[in-house]
């Protein structure tokens, strides 16, 4: 079993193993002149944390945010390794097979694609990236496939999904070796088809160099990983990275591009790109579009125009943007030669995806909401959708990520001052920062206005807007969504909205009753 820690989460997963390789082999992917060592020897793992290295493994050295991974080339050794790939000649005592590269996280995803036999040129993926809209889309191109009998697999922010196997994510988008063993992994359960979200990091990173992408989907662009992206063009590039990789494998590919973002114009006029571009939104120039809106509390309906047929669409999921959401799958599983009414089913049958305008339930006359929003854009969406269909006040809950962008916090607080009757601000997940720094960054966007209440421990901030919530209003607990955790500067402690919101409620009827 392998042992999976990223930022305080643990996860075990399988055995992730295939079969032992030719180091020879390896050494041929990644077309280094700088290399020493045995054609004979054979490597039975690849391995980037060193912390996982086993006996017979290749330990790539990866350069990290906090660490360089050529200061543990000395640990992978002692712990098994037979072979060393970085982009520096690594000193060590002992003498060992090695290959000098360039870029370690570029060979790094080649490596992994000969070692697990490239896994996804053998079956039907699209890979889904924006900044906000990923999993919902995901998770409807899923059922979609569900019902069109590809049995999927999923790679995503909420869970990976393998056969029957289901395992709470690490992280959106996995490392490359680990991506290609959950592939693997898939086709060996009779998984014929997988969607997986791809965020910007590992766009930039390199983890999904080597996948081929049957389509890829852009949702939107809007502020988010500044800090890492350091601007908004820099993260369009990253974005753009899937788009720009799509045909130049063995598969012809589609790019779905919605053009009701800004963004999704400027990458749709692209003349560059290998593959077919098919644009989805509500405007007229898109060739699968929407018409005839209509929202209500209980989800929406719209016609769809498509070169697969028109028809009527029904969805459960609430919002505008869950239209949206819906076009991109359809478009791509339309793209995939799934008929129209197929996926008309699939969508209407969808009832609720975790921590998306997740409702919490309750005999106490008004609605809660657990969603994922964590972005300004995001909550503006959700806001106005919360707006349109509540009678009474619209109260919100939330806070902001530490170590995160920071640009984002004065938005958000600009957008809970003009859209909810009264916002509780709280901790998210503070990680290394002070979450009164934090909060006092929110606050300046309201701008002097006095609808808020700051409460830096969000149970009791939960507790808070449940307690005055009255008959025809609309609690909205906004940030974490999905999360069962809430990760401090010390610790991770198990934190889950839905949980904490029903546990309120519960009390709240009985002392009623």
Known sequence: MKLWQIEGVRVILGPLARDIMNWDILKKAIQSERSSGSVDLKVEGVAYDSR????????????????????FIEEAIARGAVAVVSESQPYSTRRIPFVQVPDAREALSRISGVYYGHPSRRMDLIGITGTNGKTSTSFMVKEILKRAGKKPGLIGTVRYEIGERSIPACRTTPEAPDLHAMLDQMLKAGCRSAVMEVSSHALHQKRVADLEFDAGI????????????????????????LFEGLGKGQKKSVAVINVDDIKGKELAARSDLNATIITYGTSDDAV?????????????????????????????????YNISNALA?????????????????????????????????????????VDYAHTDDALKNVLEMVRETTEGRVLLVFGCGGNRDRIKRPRMGCIASLYADHSYITSDNPRQEDPEIIISEIVKGFKGRGNHTVIEDRKSAIATALGEAGKGDTVLIAGKGHENYQEFSDTVIPFDDVEVAGRFLKEMQQGRS
């Open 288 to 320: 699968v579009r929407a018409t005839d809106i209509h929202l209500s509390s209980s989800g929406s309906e719209f016609g769809i125009i498509s070169p697969w047929g028109s028809g009527k669409v029904c969805l459960q999921l609430h919002g505008r």
């Open 218 to 241: 852009f949702t939107n662009l809007t502020h988010d990983h500044l800090e890492y992206h350091e601007g908004m063009e820099k993260y369009f590039a990253a974005k753009s990275l």
């Open 329 to 369: 799958a359809m478009t791509a599983c339309g793209s995939m030669g799934v008929e129209l009414p197929l996926m008309v089913e699939a969508l209407r049958d969808i009832d609720v995806i975790e921590g998306r305008m997740e409702p919490v339930k309750n005999d106490l006359g008004f609605q809660v909401f």
């Open 52 to 71: 996982q290295v086993r006996p017979g493994y290749l330990f790539v050295a990866i350069p990290g945010s906090r660490h360089d991974g050529t200061e």
